[in-house]
């Protein structure tokens, strides 16, 4: 029984996905002393999400938080080595040999004997043995940038390792978006003035310069910067919009159940720019999906806390749900989920195991960069 749980949570719903009725675990976690960044509060509200189009996210959904608790960064990289030694969790990354990595950040040397790239995108280069560890290859180290920076080339799967972890767990995508837009709920960016980012008023990091062959720095970074490079918003939390994109516990709305299950990132990253001319419009909107396993030089998570189990409504006891598949199968858990309300998408373990089958028979080729 608790096998197929962790398999039929793997491929559900963020009514379901780190929610405490299904970690019984979570129980022991919530009095441990939780890891990572520093915990924000975010008070219970109510918020129109989305409603930017260029954003990714056109029309807006009425939703009611309770309150919960967000890191106030993305996870640095001394956050996750204290994970990594104390586990020996290997990424997603590892595992493949290899990552995608935005050429312009790369030596001459590593760039020579990396070949491949994405025919459509050919700034994305696939570099071996690039992992969080070594972001841009064998020739980079992570020297004065493990405190600051965070950590890279994290897949969903990684991420939610990590989280569970700390005692936390990824927020929802609703979670993120409400912490990042801050006190006023109706901005688009994370600070509470109107504004839209330009020259000389670059609050977070995006590319600025005709992309992908210029980078006029003005924001002060080429790629990646540090977590707290700029002002926190009126939460407390920084580095939400550009930098790293950040995953969430969210299926991505995208993703049709017969293909391979996407989840929601957030927030662009370094590459984005202010209106969407290139790569994608920036904002606290922002957002992509993308598979379990996928993770590149501009992919990084924080995590959250708190018993809203997806800040909505409190997710269904596990007794009931395991009670109600051992009665009726997946069928009636699925009926079950879209009665209460809850997102009702849920991949039986016959599915998910042809799913990462087919995933080890595609490997490299399935993995696609976050653009
Ligand atoms: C990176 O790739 C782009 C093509 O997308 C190219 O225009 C640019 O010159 C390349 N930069 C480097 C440093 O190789």
């Known amino acids: 029984m608790p096998r197929m749980y962790r398999l039929l949570c793997l491929g559900c719903l963020p009514a379901l996905c780190g929610s405490e009725a299904l970690e019984p675990s979570n129980q022991k976690a919530s009095k441990k002393k939780r890891r990572g960044p ?9 918020f129109l999400m989305g409603g930017d189009e260029l954003s990714g996210a056109p029309g807006t959904k009425q939703i009611s938080l309770q309150a919960y608790a967000i890191d106030e960064t993305p996870v640095t990289n001394s956050h996750f080595r204290e994970f990594v030694k104390e586990t020996k969790f290997k990424t997603d990354a590892e595992r493949y040999g290899w990552s995608f990595v935005l050429n312009s950040s790369l030596s001459q040397a590593v760039l020579r004997e990396s070949p491949q ?14 992992w969080w560890r070594h972001p841009e290859g064998r020739d980079s180290s992570l020297k004065d940038r493990w405190e600051d920076y965070p950590v890279v080339h994290i897949s969903w799967t990684d991420a939610n390792a990590y989280c569970e972890w700390a005692g936390k767990r990824l927020p929802t995508e609703a979670e993120w978006e409400n912490a990042a837009r801050g ?38 970074y080429h790629a990646i910067s540090p977590v707290k490079a700029y002002p926190a918003n009126s939460y407390g939390v920084f580095s939400t919009v550009g930098n790293v994109w950040e995953w969430t516990s ?17 927030g662009g990253s370094f590459i984005d720019s202010p209106a969407g001319e290139f790569n994608h419009k920036a904002t606290v909107v922002t957002r992509m999906g993308n598979t379990a396993d996928s993770g590149s030089y501009n992919t990084g998570f924080r995590c959250a806390s708190g018993k809203g189990g997806g800040g909505r409504k409190r997710p269904p006891d596990q007794k009931v749900l395991e009670k109600l598949a051992e009665e009726g199968g997946i069928e009636a858990v699925q009926e079950f989920l879209a009665k209460s309300g809850q997102s009702a998408q849920v991949f039986t373990p016959a599915e998910l195991q042809k ?5 080890r028979k595609q490997q490299d080729s399935s993995r696609s960069p976050e653009l």
């Open 183 to 220: 006190k006023r709920k109706e901005s688009l960016y994370p600070w509470e003035d109107s504004d839209v980012p330009g020259k000389g008023r670059w609050k977070m990091n995006i590319w600025q310069g005709r992309f992908p062959f210029e980078n006029l720095l003005e924001d002060g």
């Open 117 to 130: 790239h994405i025919e459509s995108a050919p700034h994305w280069v696939a570099v071996e043995n690039a």
């Open 355 to 359: 799913t990462r089958e087919e995933l």
């Open 250 to 266: 969210d299926p991505f709305p995208g993703s049709r159940p017969e293909e391979e299950p996407q989840w929601t990132l957030k």
């Open 38 to 46: 520093a915990l924000r509060k975010i008070p219970a509200r109510t």
